[in-house]
Structure formats: C-alpha cells, structure tokens
C-alpha cells in the first residue's frame, strides 16, 4: 500500500506531532507513505470566495503531481481533503474549466486526468487497511478511557461529494477510536463546528462555540478528544488554553490526533507520537493503556 503524502500549509508549520504520529502508524502497519514532493497550497475556502479558477488550479497542481507519481493523494488536514475532492470533482465534470486549467498547468508541463484519488488518511485505514487489522496490531488497549470523536466540517460536507461518511450521523471514526480499547462517548455537539472559521472575524463568537463544544463534552463524561483536522485541533488545545486563561475555567481535557491515540495502543512511545507538543498535558491518558509506556 503506498500514497502520496500530501501535508498541506497548517501541519508542517504548527502540528509536527500529527505528521510524526501519522508516520510512525503508517510505518507500524506497512503503510508507505511518499511525500509529494513540489506540492504547493490547496487552494483553501479564502481563495475559492475570490476566484474559483484560481482556487481550483492551485488544487489540480497537487493532483496532477501525485498522477505523475502514479499514486492516491493522501492527506492529514481536513481542509486540504475538502478542497483537493472539490476540486477534482469540479474538473472531471467541467470540461471547459478543465481545458482552462490544463492550459496554466502546461507551463510546468504537467496535466490533471483525474487518475489519481483524494483520500484522508483515516479512510485509508479504515477501508484499505481494515479494522480487524489494525486491531491485531493493538498491543496495548485502552481501559476506561472515554473519548469525544470530533470529525470536523470538511470531510463531512458536501457529503454527496466528500462521500466521507454520513455527514449527520457519523461512525467512521467512532469505530477507529474504539479499536483502540477506548469508548467514543455519545455526545450532543458532535457535528457542531469547532468555530475555527469565525475566529479572524469575531474571536468572540469563535471562544465562545469552542466553549459549548468542550462543555458538551466534559458532561458525556469523556476523558479526552480525538479529531483529524489541524485547525479544530488547535481549537480543542490552544484555545481551551485561552478560556482557562481568561475565565479561570480548566476543562483538562486533551486533544488528541487519532494518530496519537493509535500510536500509543499499538505499543509506540509518547515521544514517537509527539503528546510532550500537545498544548493541553496529555499524559494522564497513558494511564488508561493496559500496559504502560513510558
């Protein structure tokens, strides 16, 4: 099994323990995972809302680079997932935007075919690798360990498109969670936004939809938060981390890459999976491995 890595903007700048934990895992189950090399920006939501041909170049490139390779995209970031199948289903679909693209595309002699897949790293696990796989290579399960599954905006809508999972009622990555030992509790703002995409416009509104989301989670008991995407990440850490600042509030509830989590039940260190760059102290949840790692 081998994909094109495609890691986008946020991750190599700010979440070097979601790419070092997606690697170990992927190096521990035989995933081989090749870094597309030359890639540029997505093309992301900002640049859509000005020029959607733009937008839709930026992404074909991407593309275009991994059928060089011969290989599936995969990605980390939800919202690099989003707009690269966007994209790719606005091309196979429009011929004339296609032609237009192919034509900027020409100057560094590439084409988009559409040859190549866009797929989120966790699909690959879940329906390339499979589940009772990856459950023979858990050597140390969770015990107790109560875990809100945050899925994030991108991957689920436009669903007809993404075909990520059913966008209201979500399971993918409630089964990936749990293979891990642990207990993906069921809890009322799931599919409610982190309020990432509100924070440039009002930091108000943004604290204030994360604050309902850690809320509604602490009351469903959980211990932790698993997600995927980069951006909610840094919601569920970075900004719990300004709410106990300023309203003395401390939910202590760290966020997790699924990555991490995987990574630790299948017996890799705390330093392979990069919980020391976790905003919120995430030790507390090795307490929950069947086997401690130290």
């Avoid at 399960?141 to 945050?150: C, D, E, S, Y």
């Avoid at 007809?160 to 009622?169: G, L």
Wanted: charged share 25%.
């Amino acid at each position: 099994m081998k994909y094109a890595l495609y890691l986008g903007c946020t991750i190599p700048s700010r979440m070097n323990h979601y790419d070092a934990s997606t690697r170990r895992v992927a190096e521990g189950l035989g995933i081989e995972l090749v870094d597309l090399e030359g890639a540029g920006c997505c093309g992301p939501v900002f640049v859509r809302s000005i020029n959607r041909a733009t937008y839709v170049a930026m992404a074909a490139r991407n593309l275009a680079l991994a059928e060089r390779m011969g290989l599936d995209v995969v990605t980390l970031c939800n919202g690099c997932f989003g707009a690269l199948v966007e994209a790719r289903h606005v091309l196979k679909e429009d011929e004339r935007l296609r032609v237009e693209v192919n034509g900027i595309l020409k100057e560094e002699g590439l084409e988009f075919k559409g040859s190549s897949s866009v797929k989120h790293f966790v699909q690959v696990l879940y329906h390339d690798y499979g589940l009772s796989k990856i459950k023979s290579r858990v050597v140390n399960p969770f015990r107790g360990l109560k875990t809100a599954v945050h899925y994030g905006c991108h991957v689920l809508r436009p669903s007809e498109i993404t075909k990520f999972d059913r966008a209201e009622d979500p399971s993918l990555l409630d089964r990936l969670v749990e293979v891990t030992g642990t207990k993906s509790v069921n809890w009322l703002l799931k599919t409610m936004c982190c309020g990432a995409p509100t924070l440039a416009a009002s930091e108000e509104t943004a604290l204030q939809l994360v604050k309902m989301k850690l809320d509604s989670a602490k009351k469903a008991g959980a211990d932790c938060m698993v997600t995927i995407c980069p951006f909610c990440e840094v919601m569920f850490d970075t900004q719990q981390l300004k709410i106990a600042f300023e309203t003395g509030q401390s939910y202590d509830l760290p966020a997790l890459f699924y990555p991490q989590l995987l990574g630790l039940s299948m017996g890799l260190k705390p330093d392979d999976v990069g919980l020391g760059m976790n905003r919120i102290p995430a030790e507390k949840v090795l307490d929950f491995l069947s086997k401690k790692e130290g």
